[in-house]
């Protein structure tokens, strides 16, 4: 049978209980969260550096980034010199909706056009809209974060001579003759 008010008192049990723990819950969006410095949050690009080499494009796994270029022809600057050509960016795309935030691109891209930046406020309603096209892209740059300080390593231990034991037969001595 039913005792009356045993939920209720088994309710407030777990609310005792948890009464004294810390809170865990984010109060986002009230709150901004405090992200790691390395967060992936979107892929900012600086079109400056970019030489459209597509190296980017063709390393990514998802096949999410869309550029098209053409080449323009610089005139000569001497008699003897020769005309240059140089890639003019026309399209630099990236698709989030596909992206898997693997960071592939950032590290094949040899001009530093790529960088994290820790926004995450992108959703979209609508699945196209989730391809950010180069302004767009362009505009992540404000968001970017100086770059975190190098990790000085683990420190190296000097290996103590006397503690090594004698080279077994068979193995050559370092520096020795084979
Ligand atoms: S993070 Fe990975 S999946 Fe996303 S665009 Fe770069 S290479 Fe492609
Ligand atoms: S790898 Fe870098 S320079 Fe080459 S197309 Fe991609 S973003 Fe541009």
């Not at 080499?53 to 000569?76: K, N, Q, V």
Request: glycine residues 6%; negative net charge; charged residues 25%.
């Amino acid at each position: 049978m039913a005792v009356p008010g045993k939920g209720l008192i088994d309710g407030l049990k777990v609310t005792a209980k948890t009464l004294g723990r810390r809170s865990v819950t984010e109060q986002y969006p009230d709150v901004q969260p405090e992200l790691p410095p390395r967060t992936r949050g979107v892929i900012a690009l600086m079109e400056e550096n970019c030489t459209s080499c597509m190296l980017c494009a063709r390393e990514c796994p998802s096949w999410c980034i869309y550029i098209d270029s053409h080449t323009e022809t610089a005139p000569s600057v001497g008699e003897q010199a020769r005309e240059r050509s140089r890639n003019v960016l026309d399209r630099f795309a990236i698709d989030f909706s596909l992206c898997m935030y693997c960071g592939i691109c950032i590290e094949a891209c040899p001009f530093d056009a790529l960088f994290w930046s820790p926004e995450f406020e992108y959703a979209e309603t609508e699945l196209r809209n989730l391809t950010h096209e180069k302004d767009r892209l362009r505009d992540w740059m404000w968001t970017v974060p100086a770059p975190q300080p190098i990790d000085p390593g683990p420190s190296v231990i000097e290996a103590d001579p006397a503690q090594a034991g004698p080279a077994q037969e068979g193995q050559a001595e370092p520096g020795g003759e084979e």
